[in-house]
């Protein structure tokens, strides 16, 4: 009998055992389901934290690329050439990030698609990061326009400053030069540097005359910063200087067989004739 009367007691307990079970799995299953949602919400928050950091960064670099390209040509063309360099790097910056946010915008559309926690207010502030990534491609391919033309004006500004200097370098060398021929008369008439002399000019005495204008090709070249003597095989009783020079600004010294022309003042020797003409009797 009391087995009998049990049986009930045992079904209900049975009964109560398993809606024990049940509520409690259906209640790790709600905190299970509530995880993976908060887990998909924190990934698609970094994401979204980590494109408008990308767009504050890309911002930064355009104010800076702004500020650094204006008034390029009235700069100093080796500080134009540096900005130049400057503003090409922060380009690539803005560049590379912006393709990278454009991957981490994509990724964050994908995820949220596909996910069975899908947050309708993610798809909305995607189709808006995209939007404004477009528009900063756009602006980058209008920047990058520009920057090329600055380019190019920075180019034509270098070489501008690159012929100067080719210049300068060349009025400075020529400062610098000076030229001296030796020989006879009749050597050097043949060079056209000496007018050829008169039939009687011999029996006047007539010094020999500068021709207006000669080849400098038979002439050597000096340097008359470092020139301060000039050597010669002859005796210094045949050496005859045509050409002006001043009074006291050099000696011919030697002896019987060679000589030697010292500069005492090499500006005041060059100043009057840049050309040493030396005849040989």
């Not at 698609?113 to 477009?134: C, F, N, P, V, W």
């Not at 207006?212 to 000096?222: A, G, S, T």
């Not at 067989?257 to 009797?281: D, G, H």
Request: hydrophobic letters at 40%; a positive charge.
């Amino acid at each position: 009998m009391d087995r009998v009367a049990l049986k009930p007691f045992r079904r209900i307990a049975v009964i109560l055992l398993a809606g024990a079970v049940i509520a409690t799995s259906t209640s790790c299953s709600r905190d299970e389901r509530k995880k993976e949602e908060e887990k998909h919400l924190e990934s698609m928050m970094s994401i979204l934290v980590q494109v408008q950091k990308n767009l504050g960064r890309i911002r930064q670099k355009e104010a800076v690329v702004v500020r650094l390209s204006s008034d390029v040509e009235g700069r100093k063309p080796k500080s134009a050439e540096q900005i130049g360099r400057e503003i090409n790097t922060n380009i690539r910056f803005i560049d590379s990030t912006l393709s990278a946010s454009k991957n981490l915008v994509a990724t964050l559309e994908k995820q949220n698609h596909e996910s069975q926690y899908r947050i309708a207010a993610l798809d909305r502030m995607t189709g808006q990061l995209k939007g404004e990534l477009d528009k900063k491609e756009l602006e980058l391919g209008a920047m990058k326009r520009e920057i090329a033309k600055l380019n190019r004006q920075i180019a034509r500004l270098t070489n501008t400053v690159d012929v100067m200097d080719e210049a300068i370098s060349d009025q400075e060398d020529q400062m610098v030069k000076a030229y001296y021929v030796v020989g006879t008369v009749d050597q050097l008439v043949s060079k056209g540097i000496l007018v050829p002399p008169g039939p009687f000019s011999r029996f006047f005495g007539m010094r020999p005359v500068l021709a207006n204008d000669f080849d400098l090709r038979p002439f050597r070249q000096v340097d008359i910063t470092e020139t301060k003597d000039i050597y010669f095989d002859k005796p210094v009783s045949r050496l005859h200087v045509i050409t002006p020079h001043t009074k006291g600004s050099y000696e011919l010294v030697g002896g019987k067989t060679s000589s030697l022309l010292l500069i005492r003042n090499e500006a005041e020797f060059w100043k009057k004739s840049r050309c040493l003409v030396i005849v040989v009797e």
